[in-house]
């Protein structure tokens, strides 16, 4: 099983601020990997696919860099909207797996 | 618009069985895979389970296997998750979601609203 971990837990910034998050991989998930947003009461959103894919409607600055084992999700301008928790997540094989998540907060 | 509804959640004791659904509508059913994710409480995802279109292939996550069953009905537009033997560890908010395997790979890009089951006695 593809372990993923997430760093860092929690990432306390302000609105206006970049936000660079972690997803390391146990083992090469070449580029298959992605990222969801979820917030409090609410199913979570795919922002990201194959690593560097913007999902349909996800606004540009959201951004995805990484191969092999390690990855980043960036957030170039954050808007009040984009505290939240974020999910990383595997399809290289089975059992699909997501990572812990990383809770960005309001500073 | 596509849209996905579960049901069937609630209370349920330890060794208990449960059946899942999931209504889709908004999309071509029959030519999407589709997978149930779970979330226990304050806590982060897990998937569960992952069928093929035409219900050919199936996968699990180990804890599953043995005791949960995906399926689905194409005519009915529905996705299901038979859950039997239940234990304390399966008390989670349990999502379906449609899985991208035919457009990219097993990623997830619309999610239901979640049904929450609670095994406790």
């Known amino acids: 099983e593809i372990v993923l971990t997430q760093s860092p837990a929690t990432l306390s910034l302000s609105p206006g601020e970049r936000a660079t998050l972690s997803c390391r991989a146990s083992?090469?998930?070449?580029?298959?990997l992605a990222w969801y947003q979820q917030k409090p009461g609410q199913a979570p959103r795919l922002l990201i696919y194959d690593a560097s894919n913007r999902a349909t409607g996800i606004p540009a600055r959201f951004s995805g860099s990484g191969s092999e084992t390690d990855f980043t999700l960036t957030i170039s301008n954050l808007e009040p909207e984009d505290f939240a928790v974020y999910f990383c997540?595997?399809?290289?094989?089975?059992?699909?797996?997501f990572g812990p998540g990383t809770k960005v907060d309001v500073k | 618009e596509v849209q996905l509804v579960e049901s069937g959640g609630g209370l349920i004791q330890p060794g208990g069985s449960l059946r899942l659904s999931c209504a889709a509508s908004g999309f071509t059913f029959s030519n999407s895979w589709m997978t149930w994710v779970r979330q226990a409480p304050g806590k982060g995802l897990e998937w569960v389970a992952t069928i093929k279109e035409d219900g050919s292939e199936k996968y699990y996550v180990d804890s599953a296997k043995g005791r949960f069953t995906i399926s689905r009905d194409n005519a009915k537009n529905s996705l299901y998750l038979q859950m039997n033997s239940l234990r304390a560890e399966d008390t989670a908010v349990y999502y379906c979601?449609?899985?991208?395997?035919?457009?990219?790979?097993?990623?997830?890009?619309?999610w239901g609203q979640g049904t929450l089951v609670t095994v406790s006695s």
């Open positions: 083992q090469s998930v070449s580029s298959y």
């Open positions: 979601a449609r899985d991208l395997r035919a457009v990219t790979g097993h990623y997830f890009d619309y």
């Open positions: 997540q595997h399809r290289r094989n089975w059992p699909l797996t």
